[in-house]
């Protein structure tokens, strides 16, 4: 398990990551979302065991992170910007990270160049598309058989074939190994796909971390059309997200489960109501909504 | 796990030496051609040991250059990780402690340097015995010397590596430290030289010192410089000074580097307060340099009496200096509206510093001792005057007094320096030092002075209370030489019989214990000679009846020292008195001709009745 307590983290004296408290299960995975700014990447650099946390404690299994080299060894980390040795290929970077490395797994790196049939390991890595630098990280960070993989923004650059692939292989080393993923994207569509557990960062503290079961089934979209033309005047008790009105028919985003916001709801004796899920994109946009200064929220909405 | 325990990561090491193989294979071709091909090339045919040693010996002074040019270049080749972002995360993700991946790339470097510098002396070592003219102390003194000067660059490389974020940068601060000792000396001594009144420029120790600090200068000094210094050390010895302080530079290095904080990489500086030094170096360097530069090209190339324009334009270069430090650390041109405090706290200082500098706030002008805290002083003369330069006069706290008269003198009335408008005046360099016990004052005054004027006074009365007091007991008078010389052209000479010399050494000592004048050991028993001097030139025989000078003795020859014109003019007398009687003998040759193997003087003789009346 992974638990970061109260990180704080500052940039130039600007406070980057403030009392970071989070979570991630082991087996789990975990989409980290954000805006950006909010300091996905900061985390995950920490989690890597790049930066140095200025206050707080990162651990991993209960062992600190940063400068243990017995915990970073069960880590991998797909970054946003790759690096590699200059001119060095996919098959030099497997022969490094063999060398440092001790569960790399050299029959998996075998088994893995028929997933990656696009990827010439010889060919030098810089010289390589993005996305099949993208896929030639993924074969080398799964053949670390890391208990931990960190991937920021993993399969931006990929095909929608080899996404799914990509995925495939990551979802079965979390079922076969117990692999804890924890993942950050803007595509919250494919994160709702894959995810089970849900942090929103923002402004570099976390807002909502929960599953992504619970997420959903504490905000409901509900569509109603009223007797008047007109909604009534909800009470405050009511966490009204976000209300809006398209002819007759008021879509209101409502704080609760969906039973029990209908039943408050009846009340106003609606001609016609219905409860619909709300996707994580738009848990992500109305959690966001409520903050003052995010400026997304009209121009989405 | 293989990297938990360790503190070197053979993988990473490996990896290193592989990925840089051009830069080690182009320092291991150089030295193959330098070292075994040309000595093949030079010796083959006569080959000797004694040869080779010193051909291996002239490569030591030499090398210094090229490995402080390799150096950085490996440092900033296996430290990769320090100027980028991405390979910062890359490193940093790694199961290895940071000293783990210091000490890899900090060995992966050193093997770089020093790998190829082996493998050519084992392999120069053949070519010797293939030659048969083998000189294997040499060659491994060379060795030696190669890994401790290669040690203490590349541990200077390596922390201003770990200093810096950039490896531009880095390479930069290398070089700009190499000098700016150096630089930063000679300005200061031309700035204190030219605007504070009686500034003894820096001494010996102080340039030694820059030198030891200008490693690139020091180490290319060759071995007669080395030991002619102030603090006499061997190559080797110096070699390893060098490698002491590359060690603590390592350890330096090894601290900051546990410390960096990645996110630095690609930073200018990596270290929050050497951004504050930085911004002051700057400032100081570019504000000094830069204003004196200025200065010369819009005022005068002669910087005395442009006190105020100097601390305009150091004060404009401390500014624009202020701005460009804290562009490169922001990477960013638009500093100005931000950071002017700064730009305006520069420039203000600079102004306080040369206007406390060129008015003399501190006092060092006006400054002169009390004759009772001086132990002892000492006073050099020296100038295109008529009468003669005067090194290391001393004087002690009574005879001081004459000193500081003269010192108040030219504090206090500040001599012109300028071309003299008529030939009545003459320049004149002063340097007088005081030995206050604890504290030793040097001042340093070139002047004109006026030919009779108060200051020659001073001058004169000074010199005479520093000259040595005459050693009564010390002179051992018998036949010899009396010549003269004086102001005003007139000069002689004449032999002295045992009876004669007495006399003259009896004047002598009553002219001293009088106060009329001193000795002046500066001629004695030399070949120089003075313009107003009296020399005595004591003779001895040899035992085949020739003679020779075996003492002489100067002093100065004026109108006050009654009693010698007084012998002088009665020997002068004698001297006719003999010579007309002579004369009037028939076999008497005119004038008597000294032996040739003596030392006699060159010029007629002159009546001394005159001086003989001198009060």
Redesign the interface.
Not at chain 1, 48 to 52: H, I
Not at chain 1, 99 to 102: A, D, H, L, R, T
């Given at each position: 398990m992974i638990k970061v307590s109260k990180v704080d983290k500052y940039?130039d004296g600007f406070h980057c990551l403030k009392e970071l408290t989070m979570t991630v299960p082991t087996g789990a995975i975990y989409g980290l979302v954000g805006p950006n700014g909010a300091g996905k990447s900061t985390i995950l650099?920490h989690l890597?065991?790049?930066?140095?946390p200025d206050a707080g404690e990162i651990t991993l299994d209960g062992e600190e992170l940063f400068?243990n080299?017995?915990v970073?060894?069960k880590?991998a980390?797909i970054?946003d910007?790759?690096?590699?040795?200059?001119s060095a290929s996919t098959r030099d970077m497997m022969r490094?990270y063999r060398?440092?490395?001790?569960n790399f797994d050299m029959e998996r790196y075998n088994a893995l160049r028929e997933a990656f049939p696009e990827v010439d390991e010889r060919r030098p890595i810089r010289r390589l598309s993005k996305g099949m630098q993208k896929q030639s990280a993924f074969w080398l960070a799964l053949c670390r058989r890391p208990q931990v993989l960190l991937l920021d923004e993993p399969v931006d650059g990929l095909d929608p074939v080899m996404r799914r692939q990509v995925w495939s292989l990551m979802l079965r080393d979390v079922a076969e190994y117990g692999t804890t993923v924890l993942v950050s994207s803007h595509n919250l569509r494919e994160l709702e796909d894959v995810c089970d557990h849900v942090g929103i960062l923002s402004h570099g503290s976390m807002m909502i971390e929960r599953s992504l079961k619970d997420l959903q089934g504490n905000v409901v979209k509900m569509q109603v059309v009223f007797q008047e033309r007109e909604a009534p005047q909800f009470p405050e008790e009511m966490e009204i997200l976000h209300i809006s009105q398209v002819g007759r028919i008021h879509t209101i985003i409502i704080r609760g489960t969906a039973e029990e916001v209908t039943n408050r709801l009846a009340v106003y004796s609606p001609i016609l109501m219905e409860a619909l899920p709300l996707s994580l994109e738009e848990i992500f946009i109305y959690e966001l909504g409520g903050e003052q200064d995010y400026a997304v929220r009209d121009i989405i909405l | 796990m293989r990297c938990e325990t360790s503190f070197f990561s053979l993988t990473l090491f490996k990896k290193e030496l592989t990925r840089y193989w051009p830069l080690w294979g182009v320092w291991l071709a150089g030295w193959i051609l330098v070292l075994p091909v040309g000595l093949w090339n030079s010796q083959r045919w006569n080959g000797s040991a004694s040869v080779m040693a010193a051909d291996v010996k002239t490569l030591l002074v030499g090398t210094g250059p090229f490995i402080a040019m390799i150096a950085p270049l490996a440092a900033v080749c296996v430290f990769f990780y320090l100027f980028k972002p991405a390979a910062a995360n890359f490193v940093g993700a790694l199961p290895l402690r940071r000293e783990g991946a210091f000490a890899t790339a900090f060995c992966a470097g050193y093997v770089m340097l020093v790998g190829p510098l082996v493998a050519v002396t084992l392999l120069t070592l053949l070519v010797e015995l293939v030659l048969g003219a083998v000189a294997a102390g040499s060659l491994f003194t060379l060795l030696g010397g190669c890994l401790l000067q290669s040690f203490f660059w590349f541990s200077f490389a390596t922390l201003c590596c770990v200093i810096s974020g950039n490896g531009v940068a880095a390479v930069c601060f290398y070089g700009i430290f190499n000098g700016v000792v150096m630089v930063m000396t000679a300005l200061l001594d031309e700035v204190l030289g030219s605007f504070l009144y009686g500034f003894d420029r820096f001494g010996q120790q102080v340039w030694e010192v820059a030198e030891w600090f200008t490693p690139i200068y020091k180490m290319s000094t060759s071995d007669r410089e080395l030991a002619g210094a102030l603090t006499p050390v061997g190559r080797m010895e110096m070699l390893w000074v060098y490698a002491a302080v590359g060690f603590l530079m390592f350890l330096a290095a090894l601290g900051l580097h546990h410390i960096r904080r990645a996110e630095r990489a690609g930073d200018l500086i990596a270290f929050v307060p050497v951004r504050w030094l930085f911004l002051v170096s700057v400032t100081l360097c570019g504000g000094l340099s830069l204003g004196l530069l200025l200065l010369v090209i819009i005022f005068d190339a002669r910087m005395e009496n442009h006190g105020a324009p100097l601390a305009g334009c150091c004060a404009v270069a401390a500014a624009v200096s202020w701005y460009v430090a804290e562009m490169l650390l922001h990477k960013s041109f638009k500093v100005f509206r931000k950071h002017w405090k700064g730009a305006a706290v520069g420039a203000l200082c600079f102004v306080v510093a040369i206007c406390a500098i060129d008015m003399d706030w501190i006092g060092f002008t006006t400054w002169i001792p009390a004759p009772q805290r001086v132990e002892r002083a000492t006073l050099t003369l020296t100038g295109d005057f008529d009468w003669p330069a005067r090194e290391g006069l001393e004087y002690d706290s009574q005879s001081v007094s004459s000193l500081i008269d003269l010192h108040r003198y030219v504090a206090q009335h500040h001599p012109d320096s300028s071309t003299p408008a008529d030939t009545d005046s003459y320049y004149v360099g002063m340097d007088l030092t005081y030995d206050m016990g604890l504290t030793t004052q040097r001042r340093t005054y070139y002047f004109l002075c006026p030919e009779g004027s108060e200051l020659e006074a001073l001058m004169e009365t000074a010199q005479v209370a520093g000259l040595p007091q005459v050693d009564v007991d010390a002179s051992n008078p018998r036949e010899g030489y009396v010549s003269w010389r004086r102001e005003d052209e007139t000069e002689g000479w004449d032999e002295l019989d045992p009876a004669q010399a007495e006399r003259a050494w009896k004047a002598v000592v009553e002219d001293f214990q009088a106060g009329r004048y001193r000795s002046d050991p500066q001629y004695n028993n030399s070949y120089q000679s003075r313009d107003d001097a009296i020399e005595l030139i004591w003779l001895k025989r040899d035992e085949r009846g020739y003679s020779y000078a075996e003492d002489t003795h100067t002093y100065q020859c004026s109108p006050k020292t009654t009693s010698m014109n007084r012998f002088l003019a009665e020997l002068q007398a004698e001297k006719a008195q003999e010579s007309q009687e002579e004369d009037a003998a028939p076999d008497t040759e005119a004038g008597d001709v000294p032996p040739s193997d003596t030392p006699v003087p060159q010029g007629a003789e002159v009546p001394l009745a005159e001086a003989a009346d001198t009060p």
């Open positions: 940039f650099r890597s065991g790049v930066y140095r400068e080299p017995a970073k060894g880590v980390c970054p910007e790759l690096y590699c040795f200059t490094f060398g440092i490395y001790p | -």
